[in-house]
């Protein structure tokens, strides 16, 4: 049988005190530990056998944080373009109106009176040619 290389370390005794480097001052995180009283969960060390599980879930949730915001990106944009399809139909169809309206020929006649032209009131003719006169 293979020998076991884990490496346990010797149980501290009461009279050794264990040092810790300390910072010149309180921080942040060292009175967060403090309040969340983290060092009971990890008394053993941390659980490095969950890790690829817990960055799985950051992963899933970053993931879909970013799907949401691209979801909401685009909806925002598909009703901006609604709008102004809106706003560019409105227009087509006022402008169609102002050209059905100017293409009348009574408006037509009322406009070139003014250039000096006259609306003929002969009906017009056609012409035909014999193709010997071509």
């Not at 560019?88 to 100017?102: E, N, Q, S, V």
């Given at each position: 049988?293979?020998?076991?290389?884990?490496?346990?370390?010797?149980?501290?005794r009461?009279?050794?005190?264990?040092?810790?480097?300390?910072?010149?001052?309180?921080?942040?995180?060292?009175?967060?530990?403090?309040?969340?009283?983290?060092?009971?969960?990890?008394?053993?060390?941390?659980?490095?056998?969950?890790?690829?599980?817990?960055?799985?879930?950051?992963?899933?949730?970053?993931?879909?944080?970013?799907?949401?915001?691209?979801?909401?990106?685009?909806t925002r944009?598909?009703?901006?373009?609604?709008?102004?399809?809106?706003?560019?139909?409105?227009?087509?169809?006022?402008l169609?109106?102002?050209?059905?309206?100017?293409?009348?020929?009574?408006?037509?006649?009322?406009?070139?009176?003014?250039?000096?032209?006259?609306?003929?009131?002969?009906?017009?003719?056609?012409?035909?040619?014999?193709?010997?006169?071509?």
């Amino acid at each position: 049988m293979s020998e076991n290389k884990f490496k346990i370390e010797p149980q501290h005794r009461g009279n050794e005190a264990r040092v810790k480097p300390s910072a010149p001052g309180p921080s942040l995180f060292s009175g967060l530990e403090k309040k969340l009283k983290l060092e009971s969960y990890f008394e053993s060390g941390f659980p490095v056998k969950y890790l690829p599980k817990i960055l799985f879930a950051v992963l899933l949730s970053m993931l879909y944080i970013s799907n949401t915001h691209y979801a909401e990106k685009a909806t925002r944009r598909i009703d901006k373009m609604q709008t102004e399809v809106e706003d560019l139909r409105a227009d087509y169809t006022t402008l169609k109106a102002d050209i059905m309206y100017a293409s009348k020929q009574s408006e037509v006649a009322r406009r070139v009176k003014e250039i000096g032209l006259k609306e003929s009131l002969n009906p017009p003719f056609k012409v035909v040619v014999d193709r010997s006169e071509y």
